[in-house]
């Protein structure tokens, strides 16, 4: 098992920006690809952002390319989703997963993953 919390999430001003963590505890052998998502109230929830903890391959929705920056600390298990330029669109509940998932190119969806976090609020004002 692998427990998976978030934290950062706030309410800034368009054009601000916020830096999310998702610590990994547990069997984290148990996934090598960690993921950033989102679910707007009303919406499906969308990919964000996700890395390949081994050898450190990212992908990113086109929605936030140039704006958000996903890295890791492996040291201390944490995925971190840097976010610059926030927009109200930006505005949903994020969440951090974790899978062992085969690198395919693209960014994973969200019915891949099987570890999820509980989720932390986002919110962007105009």
């Known amino acids: 098992q692998v427990q998976l919390v978030e934290s950062g999430g706030g309410s800034v001003q368009a054009g601000g920006s916020l830096r999310l963590s998702c610590a990994a505890s547990g069997y984290t052998y148990s996934s090598n690809c960690m993921g950033w998502f989102r679910q707007a109230p009303g919406k499906e929830r969308e990919g964000v952002a996700a890395i390949y903890t081994g050898g450190g391959s990212t992908y990113y929705a086109d929605s936030v390319k140039g704006r958000f920056t996903i890295s890791q600390d492996n040291a201390k298990n944490t995925v971190y989703l840097q976010m610059n330029s926030l927009k109200p669109e930006d505005t949903a509940m994020y969440y951090c997963?974790?899978?062992?998932?085969?690198?395919?190119?693209?960014?994973?969806?969200?019915?891949?993953?099987?570890?999820w976090g509980q989720g932390t609020q986002v919110t962007v004002s105009s």
């Open positions: 997963a974790a899978e062992v998932l085969v690198v395919a190119g693209t960014l994973p969806a969200p019915a891949d993953f099987g570890y």
